[in-house]
């Protein structure tokens, strides 16, 4: 089973995106709201793979997250985010495997997201 | 007259739309003031080159169009330098005019005629290149200042971007949700315009604070303005003292009021003669929170409507560490209460990005 940690300042976005990927068989072992909820998770737990918001508490946090993640170990990450600058699908890039994934996200972006990244 | 046809217009474009490192009259006019030093050594330059270059020319020119070449030095020494290179070039090529054999004083009629003219001419173009300075540089102050505006507008159009789609992935969740609880469509309409309504307000406060975090009083108010006044009874507000909500949770708790109030009127204290809703709050001393309290009387032993209903989803979803939710179904009657947490760092972050 995927162990899968996903972090979003929005609760309720954060339900949708857990109960979509339920449906995809992809159940989320462990959730974080803020920057350092997900750090703290981090250090406990090697998930499999993270599911990340860019924007958390206003600033970019999860771009932080990402570098600390990919610092530290290979695990795939997909951004979920509303924005569309080109500085992110760069940053992503340059990180390797993530993914980007734009809110809202649908079940099928993800389910292609969850392909793409689990098979690189 | 169109634009290709007015030749100011045509020069201004070539000047000024361009990208900053393409603009040649920018290039041309440094913006800093030349030191006097430098200045006059930068005059005299370029009266020598203009002496350099007409010494060759003299046997071709025999002493005719003697300020010729230095129109063209004292022009740009003033384009480059300033007043005093331009000054400087002036000067030295009036002595060299005047003691040059063969130049003024020792083959023209009226010697002062050409020299006054040359000087007069000198002066008016070193009043006009520092006109032109001082024009150009305000433009490139104005540039700046506009190009600062354009990259703070991008960010602005991309931060609302991102919060459109925020927004958007908030109501998605809400559809789903209601939409798992929701008989037919023409329940499912029911139950959530007035859900999509607390998420517009809830939009529409943080608009007016322009995303910063907002007074829990306002707020409030927000919440339950299509309940106060127009039920009665009515719910009582007790104020307590001020506290921000930070803006990470004030979505979550306007949602949680609203759907408080509604299931107020459904099931509790609101839904029939006699009962009160009571909302009070408490900032916790030494710590950055505060306590509300929902506290329903007047209908006595309620039964939880919400056991495995939207408001009970709810309540677990936006329950977390900033905003913890505990209820209560007593024999006197339904309570809420709500800690909130205030997260300075987060809101001194996003004061940071706002600025």
Known sequence: ?120 | MGRLMNPLNMLMSYAFDKSPSHRPVWRLLPLEAVPVGRQMVFGAACSGGAVLLRLPLEPFLEGRAPFVLFFPAATWAALRGGSTAAATAVAIAVVYAVITPGLLFHSAPQPWLPLALFAFASALIGLTVRELRLAVNELRVRDQALQAAHKHAHLLVCELEHRVKNSLALASALVKMTARHSENVADFVRRFEPRLQALSRAQTLLTQTEWRAPNLSSLIEDSLAPFLGTIDPAIVIVPGGTFTVPVASAVSLILILHELATNAVKHGALSRPGGKVQLSWVVEEGAPATRLDWIETGVAKISDPNRTGFGAELFRVLGRDSIRIHRAFQDSGFTCRIHLKADRDAERRLEGLLT
């Open chain 1, 1 to 120: 089973m995927t162990q899968i940690l996903l972090v979003e300042d929005e609760p309720l976005i954060a339900m949708d995106i857990a109960g979509t990927l339920e449906d995809l068989g992809y159940p989320v072992e462990a959730f974080a709201h803020t920057h350092a909820e997900a750090i703290s998770r981090l250090s406990h737990m090697k998930p499999d793979l993270v599911i990340l918001d860019v924007n958390l508490a206003g600033g970019r946090e999860g771009l932080d997250i990402a570098t600390r993640i990919r610092a530290e170990r290979g695990t795939p990450i997909i951004f979920v985010t509303g924005h569309t600058h080109s500085d992110i699908i760069t940053f992503a890039r340059d990180l390797g495997r993530t993914v980007v994934a734009r809110k809202p996200v649908d079940s099928q972006a993800l389910a292609s997201a969850l392909q793409t990244v689990l098979a690189a």
